[in-house]
């Protein structure tokens, strides 16, 4: 829902810093890789019970996750590049609910294994989308430019990025809040649903 508009904030500042990564030699899929291995990093923080230290490399990831897309702008873009990237941010964003039942599987066990089951349905709808907007030719550019549709939801990145940080501040009610992200995540997952039967029924 907020892809769009902070994409505008973070676009230009992203392109610039893009391209001077890109004349001093890095790589697209080099970036993705550092951005997934800090997100990693991040997760196995929060497992040992740091969270408040694993927000520098949780937002540095992210960081590096928006740069990787402006130093293939700059560069190449390439099919692989894009799947590359989108299967690190995917496991990026299971690491980080699978860190905190990890850290206390008695108390988070069970809202973090329905936080994980809601963005595993949700991430299934945005990549079926993206398969049948594909197939039947259709583009967008609202959350920038990608290698594939991204259709838009209640909860996008940036949703979910403010909703790690939330959850790295306030460790101690991990709970309601997995609970409540998650019924968000089926309701943009159910939606989007509703939207390709919609667009997409011969």
Not at 113 to 141: C, P, V, W
């Amino acid at each position: 829902m907020l892809d769009r508009h902070a994409r505008h904030l973070i676009d230009p500042p992203l392109n610039r810093i893009g391209r001077d990564l890109a004349r001093r030699g890095f790589t697209a899929n080099g970036v993705t890789l550092i951005g997934l291995a800090l997100g990693l990093l991040a997760a196995a923080l929060i497992a040992l019970g740091m969270p408040m230290l694993a927000l520098a490399p949780l937002l540095a990831s992210r960081i590096a996750d928006g740069l990787d897309g402006a130093v293939a702008r700059a560069t190449q873009k390439t099919d692989f590049g894009g799947y590359l990237d989108i299967a690190a941010d995917f496991l990026f964003y299971g690491a980080i609910p699978l860190a905190f039942v990890l850290h206390d599987p008695v108390a988070n066990g069970a809202a973090g294994a329905f936080l994980l089951t809601a963005f595993y349905f949700n991430g299934t709808s945005f990549l079926g989308y993206a398969i049948l907007a594909e197939k039947h030719g259709h583009k967008t550019d609202a959350q920038g430019q990608k290698s594939l549709y991204y259709s838009n939801g209640i909860l996008e990145g940036t949703e979910t990025i403010v909703f790690f940080v939330i959850l790295c501040l306030l460790p101690q009610i991990f709970v309601p809040l997995a609970w409540i992200f998650g019924a968000l995540c089926f309701a943009t997952a159910t939606l989007r649903i509703y939207a390709a039967k919609q667009i997409y029924t011969d």
